[in-house]
């Protein structure tokens, strides 16, 4: 089998590299071109481009590369056209993929998207073009399959491929490297971009004049220079930081302040208690109330359909809340073997009958070789 993979991001590399994996586990002939980055091509695809050209965020830097994203998609048509694969795989990414899509099924290809994109979070209109152009379409998150069943769209579950890599990452027991090594450690995940950090982090870290028995340990974002957060830590004697060790810091920590995204899941995923923190510009806030139509803003919760963590979302976020909620999260036994009983809950959902990339590799085979 012939595969052209596109991934346009980090996470998507990490993914499409364990998919890759199980692919050349069912076929070791297998012949696979992709988009994506160093952990793709370490899993034996040939990386035709790397996600850092690709990866532009927000209105005006989509608008300033303009050029470069039409010639990336260009490219990328010819050179799928040449390629000749049986399959194309897309992996979210959707600003991109969704047009290579829409490309791909007219030009007869098989196209299978492996990880949705949020169309239930917002521009729920895009299933319309999903539907028309994806031949099959696997999803990480248990209420996604319904979503698309009222859009009378068959996809399937295959499970969260987070849970393998944590689960790996667990097995191998790295340890956390810090000056001054604790096991009484409070995780601060503020978020990797300078604009949210500088919302959320400040109020963070005044939480930590109220726990002087722990050391918080602040997840620095690797894309920033270490001076962006000097004068911030500063004042606080009982704060330190690491970069790149957010896992390691996830497996030895007590309790976890994160912002909303991944890293929710992520903190669940190790078993640590957690407070979801939001808090953007108030126009970007209000404007985000009205186009986001989903009850809650963590994935933990969102999954299990329920509370699970709480969220302190604008107003809300505040010192003195944060405080009560890790208080509690600390030091209240009834809370704790709730919230233990929902994480294992939550792990069993996405686990869903093994590893998510291996369950994908299977239907992924399956399918092309019942097309025929």
């Known amino acids: 089998m012939r595969y052209y993979i596109i991934a346009g991001e980090a996470s998507g590399d990490l993914h499409?590299?364990?998919?890759?994996?199980?692919?050349?586990?069912?076929d070791s002939t297998a012949n696979i071109r992709c988009w994506g980055g160093d952990k793709m091509q370490a899993a034996g695809a040939t990386l035709v481009k790397h996600y850092r050209d690709l990866?532009?965020?927000?209105?005006?830097?989509?608008?300033?590369?303009?050029?470069?994203?039409?010639?990336?998609?260009?490219?990328?048509?010819?050179d799928i056209a040449a390629f000749k694969p049986d399959a194309v795989i897309l992996i979210d990414y959707p600003g991109f993929n969704l047009r290579i899509a829409e490309w791909a099924k007219a030009q007869g290809l098989k196209v299978i998207y492996y990880i949705s994109p949020q169309v239930w979070a917002w521009k729920e209109n895009r299933v319309k073009g999903i539907k028309a152009n994806v031949d099959k379409m696997l999803v990480i998150l248990p209420f996604e399959k319904p979503f698309?069943?009222?859009?009378?769209y068959e996809v399937?579950?295959?499970?969260?491929?987070?849970?393998?890599?944590i689960d790996r990452f667990i097995a191998t027991g790295q340890p956390l490297q810090l000056d001054h090594p604790t096991t009484q450690i409070i995780a601060l995940l503020p978020g990797s971009r300078k604009q949210e950090i500088l919302k959320k982090l400040p109020i963070m870290l005044e939480v930590a004049?109220?726990?002087?028995?722990?050391?918080?340990?602040?997840?620095?974002?690797?894309?920033l220079e270490e001076s962006f957060y000097?004068?911030?830590?500063?004042?606080?004697?009982?704060?330190a930081a690491v970069v790149n060790q957010t896992y390691a810091l996830l497996a030895t920590a007590k309790a976890a302040l994160v912002t909303s995204g991944t890293a929710t899941l992520e903190t669940a995923l190790f078993a640590v208690p957690e407070v979801i923190c939001y808090k953007g510009s108030n126009i970007s806030y209000q404007i985000a109330r009205r186009l986001i139509k989903i009850k809650y803003i963590g994935l933990v919760n969102l999954i299990m359909d329920k509370l699970v963590v709480k969220e302190l979302i604008q107003n809300d976020l505040t010192t003195e809340n944060l405080v009560a909620e890790l208080h509690l999260l600390l030091n209240d036994p009834d809370k704790q073997r709730q919230l233990a009983a929902?994480?294992?809950?939550?792990?069993?959902?996405l686990s869903q009958g093994g590893h998510a990339s291996a369950n994908a590799a299977r239907s992924i085979h399956h399918f092309l070789q019942s097309a025929q």
């Open 16 to 26: 499409g590299s364990n998919l890759i994996t199980a692919l050349l586990h069912l």
């Open 55 to 78: 990866a532009f965020m927000g209105f005006i830097e989509v608008v300033k590369n303009l050029r470069t994203i039409l010639r990336n998609i260009s490219f990328c048509k010819k």
């Open 148 to 152: 698309y069943e009222k859009w009378n």
């Open 156 to 165: 399937e579950y295959v499970g969260h491929p987070l849970v393998e890599v």
């Open 209 to 223: 004049k109220h726990f002087p028995a722990y050391q918080f340990v602040v997840a620095k974002a690797p894309g």
């Open 230 to 239: 000097t004068d911030l830590l500063a004042p606080y004697s009982n704060v």
């Open 342 to 349: 929902d994480y294992a809950a939550l792990k069993n959902l």
